[in-house]
């Protein structure tokens, strides 16, 4: 069988804290974000992690509109738009024309970053086979980044299937007659993609409250090569609803209080990382997922029954999953039983 031919990669080392982070930026002013936009944050730390030879693709949503309107960008590094369920395709097109010119001697041999990001609409939703397809090539270097600010935001502030359990979007909107109009459980896309894609060799999620962390997650995904997926969940004042002096703190407490766990899989090994590791080793406690909901105005509707019922979600994520956090397949327990 003939060996699959790749393409070497940068060779990014982790920054070791904040002092060694460089200055350079490659996005910076001129977007129209919203005050207090973690999904900006992340495209500024995303490709500060990568470096100048980088190229950044981004399908349709807040991330493509606010950062390119008006003939003006804050990109530095090229940029391309892509369709809203495009950005696999998009993102394992442009790393697979890389190497074709550079195999023909149009383009000098050099590792060229390719990013490819995407909404949780355009990756999770819409654009899910894509990524999935582009998982399955490891001939190709191209890191798929999904910033999840758990709504289609750009629209104005839709249910998607990453939006969590009973919140107030413009699609379901709580009234008199029926409270939570939204009641199914967010999908679990990282654990998915890992647990679906044995030739990856890099999947994690991140969030951009832990900067340094999040980067040398990306300078990792982009060196180790081959397709990879990195999900950041990221706060939105807009559509979550709440002061934008709060995103720093809600991206803490959502790893906190259990809900957005911090992991790596990297060549098939799982690793927890940050305080989700200190949570799994019990050297801290997970804060109650009280004190993440009441913070913002999606969750205002809700009951104590609801908080119970979320918190009750959560902690079954950590005490039932066989892995914790990460896969949902339910260890075997002698009396209790998965939910029907
Ligand atoms: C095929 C297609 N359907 C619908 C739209 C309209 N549209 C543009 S941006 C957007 C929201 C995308 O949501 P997400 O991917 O989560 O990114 P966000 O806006 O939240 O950053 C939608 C529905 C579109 N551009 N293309
Ligand atoms: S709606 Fe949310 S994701 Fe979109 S620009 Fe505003 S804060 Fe950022
Ligand atoms: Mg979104």
Redesign the pocket.
Known sequence: MDAIETLPTQQLDPFKGVKKVPLEEYFTSGHR??Q??E??LVMKLMVKAAGPRTIVLGSTG?MYV?NTTYYSTSWVVPWMHTQLGSSGSAGLGTAAALKALMRKGKMKEEPINVIAFCGDGGGADMGLSAISATLTHPQYNVLILLYD?ESY??TDIQLSGMTPYGAHTTFSPPGKAKRLMHTRWKKNMAGMLAAGHPETKYVGTVCASYAVDMMNRVRKALTIGGPTFVHSL?P????WDYDPMLSHELGELAVETGIWPLYEVENRVLKLYGRTKGIAEKRSKRKPVRDYLLRQGRFAHFTDDDIDYFQAKIDDMWEKWLIPGVIPFWKELEKDQPPA
């Open positions: 974000t919203c207090g936009c999904s900006a807040c606010a600010n935001a750009n990221d939105c004042p807009k559509g």
